[in-house]
């Protein structure tokens, strides 16, 4: 599971209410991603970090922002909920191997937004 | 735009059948491609990887199939399996130093029967 994990799990929350979800990774990756997954569309990034305040935006990043304080910590947060990021978000690092950098993704995090 | 675009959007396999799941990219840059399979509930796992300079990768019964001039790869499952039943992502990527910034594939449904 590349020592990730995601907090919360599930949360629903309302439209206009401010939402931070938080990715925790154990084993000192630099990189670390998010992404977003709807039916009909795959996986999109978000924004991803390669470093400690380091980040830089993906395909699909109006209405986010992400902070990286420390090299295992990547939070992502929703200003002001929209519908429109009902969604399952899910946080990725990436790990050498032989092939070059690989990415291994967490459990991931369902939001609704009410 | 979809960057990969994947076929298809479902699929139904007999048990000990081969399923096939094709997808074509546009972009030139991109020189590394990677097959996810996630199960209901998860995270997208990491299947199998192949850059540009092989035309084919078999890991078990998992085998990718990649042809540069037409820009497109395929994944195929022999003796597929009930367990083989989830949704499988083609991705593909231009990877910077260390970074990898995955475009997906919309998906497939596969579904063994028994």
């Known amino acids: 599971d590349a020592g990730i994990t995601q907090s919360p799990r599930h949360k629903v929350t309302e439209t206009g209410t401010p939402v931070t979800l938080r990715c925790h990774q154990t084993e000192n990756h630099r990189y670390m991603y998010w992404y977003r997954q709807d039916p009909g569309h795959g996986l999109r990034l978000i924004h991803y970090s390669y470093g400690v305040k380091d980040t830089d935006k993906g395909e699909v990043s109006d209405g986010y922002s992400v902070s990286r304080s420390k090299t295992e910590d990547f939070l992502l947060t929703l200003e002001s909920a929209t519908s429109s990021q009902t969604s399952v978000y899910f946080c990725?690092?990436?790990?050498?191997?032989?092939?070059?950098?690989?990415?291994?993704f967490g459990p991931g995090t369902r939001l609704t937004v009410l | 735009q979809q960057q990969v675009k994947q076929s298809p959007q479902s699929l139904i396999v007999q048990k000990g059948g081969i399923s096939i799941i094709n997808c074509a990219y546009e972009?030139?840059?991109?020189?590394?491609f990677p097959w996810y399979q996630q199960f209901p509930g998860k995270g997208p796992a990491l299947l199998i990887a192949?850059?540009?300079?092989?035309s084919e990768k078999k890991e078990g019964r998992f085998t990718i199939s990649f042809n540069k001039s037409a820009k497109q790869f395929s994944l195929h499952i022999m003796d597929s399996q009930p367990g083989d039943s989830a949704t499988y992502f083609c991705a593909a990527s231009a990877p910077q130093t260390g970074a990898n910034n995955l475009f997906f594939g919309t998906g497939t449904r596969l579904t063994v029967i028994p």
């Open positions: 972009n030139t840059a991109f020189d590394y």
């Open positions: 192949i850059r540009p300079d092989v």
């Open positions: 990725a690092i990436t790990r050498a191997s032989t092939l070059g950098d690989e990415q291994f």
